[in-house]
């Protein structure tokens, strides 16, 4: 059996190649059907919404907040309450995820990731049926759309935030939130809702490709999710509670600071003399992945995990605070604390915003918060882009992704204080 050895002093056997990959392709093959299940029922809830409305028989206009109103309103054959299953159909889909991923690991004889997978699904179960159930405001909530001509819009513009989004490792909820509050109108709750809803989408749709080619680390991804996990739940139980215009002037500056040294190194293609942290060797994080773009294996070693772990639970906080994903905080700290390459840092990002959000998603449907048919053209948009997204990732240099995430960085802490500053 192989190992990992770190300054020739730790030695830890890992599991047979064989399992490793069966694992990987188990994990993608549960992401990829839960996207096309959501597809499949989103789509037929639209059509049927739509059909009723050519017929002259207008469906309701408020939509279910609660999984007992969802049922009811299956049962009688209202289009809004399938939408609304298909979309927790989605929302659901990272949670059987990670329960599968205990199982994936089982197989590998992995006890360590298993425990740590438990825990992750532990903190996300704790989310949905324990706050979100507390904070849950049950009733039926109205609509502020349903035209057509919007929806379509609102879908043809997430196609490009899930394109943006899976390349640069985001979710793409820094174009949806300004999208639907300023050319929609849309309140600032029911936005970080349908944010929420294309993150999980964009990560869904790009990691179940991710992982299936190899780039994801899984390990990283597993263990660094119990930090973002836990500080998605606490973003989210604050969020009502703090000032918006403070927090987005000070995560502005923040990311704006961190973007400085991700510059600095711009032209490097792989990080250089790195030392693994000693955590690194015992949950066996160093890997290697398979480059398409160089026709080469590039083997990589992890650095600073504590570090790493830290700044995940700012990157979770601030998910469940802002509703944005955090993927450019937790690509930053993959890249520049763990020393990841770029390529690994924005797959594996993908891999976890989709957990990530959600621990807080929810908390935001039961308060009422995700409009179906707002959120379903987002998720169906971001899920096309992505896709595209993941596609043309792997043609791409490390160099030229990190000319992608940086402008990226840029637009997202501009985003952020110029809404703090009152001019957005």
């Not at 599968?100 to 704790?126: C, H, M, N, P, Q």
């Not at 997430?158 to 050319?183: H, R, Y």
């Amino acid at each position: 059996m192989p190992t990992i050895t770190i300054n020739d002093k730790t030695s830890r056997p890992i599991a047979d190649d064989g399992l490793i990959r069966k694992t990987e392709l188990i994990i993608s093959g549960v992401l990829r059907g839960g996207v096309l299940l959501s597809v499949a029922v989103i789509l037929a809830g639209v059509c049927y919404y739509y059909a009723l409305r050519l017929l002259g028989r207008p469906p309701h206009s408020t939509f279910p907040d609660t999984l007992a109103q969802v049922a009811a309103g299956i049962k009688g054959a209202d289009p809004v309450s399938i939408v609304t299953a298909g979309l927790l159909v989605l929302l659901a889909t990272p949670v059987l995820r990670v329960a599968v991923s205990i199982a994936a690991f089982a197989i590998e004889k992995d006890r360590t990731y298993v425990i740590i997978t438990g825990i992750v699904l532990a903190i996300l179960l704790f989310s949905i049926f324990g706050i979100g159930a507390y904070l849950g405001r049950p009733g039926l909530t109205s609509m502020p759309s349903d035209s057509f001509g919007v929806l379509l819009f609102i879908g043809l513009s997430s196609m490009f935030a899930g394109f943006v989004g899976a390349l640069a490792g985001l979710g793409g909820g820094v174009f949806i939130v300004p999208i639907l509050t300023l050319i929609f109108h849309v309140t600032f709750a029911t936005a970080i809702g349908a944010s929420i809803v294309s993150v999980i989408a964009t990560s869904s749709g790009a990691a179940a490709a991710y992982v299936r080619d190899r780039m994801t680390n899984l390990r990283v991804g597993m263990f660094l999710e119990i930090a973002t996990t836990a500080g998605a739940i606490c973003g989210a139980l604050v969020s009502s509670m703090l000032n918006d215009t403070l927090l987005f002037i000070v995560f502005g500056v923040i990311l704006l600071i961190s973007a400085v040294p991700l510059v600095l190194r711009l032209g490097e293609e792989l990080p250089r003399g790195v030392q693994n942290h000693k955590w690194a060797a015992w949950l066996r994080l160093p890997s290697t992945y398979s480059d398409q773009r160089t026709r080469q294996d590039v083997t990589y070693q992890v650095a600073h995990v504590r570090i790493g772990f830290g700044m995940m639970y700012v990157a979770g906080l601030v998910s469940g605070l802002l509703g944005i994903g955090s993927g450019t905080f937790k690509v930053l700290a993959m890249d520049t604390a763990m020393r990841l390459p770029m390529k690994v840092s924005t797959t594996t990002s993908n891999f976890m915003i989709g957990v990530t959000a959600a621990a807080s998603a929810g908390i935001f449907f039961q308060r009422g918060d995700m409009d179906p048919m707002i959120a379903a053209p987002v998720a169906i948009g971001v899920l096309g882009g992505s896709m595209v997204g993941a596609k043309t990732l792997n043609r791409m240099s490390n160099v030229h992704l990190k000319k992608v995430f940086v402008p990226m960085i840029v637009l997202v802490a501009l985003s952020m204080l110029a809404r703090g500053l009152g001019w957005l």
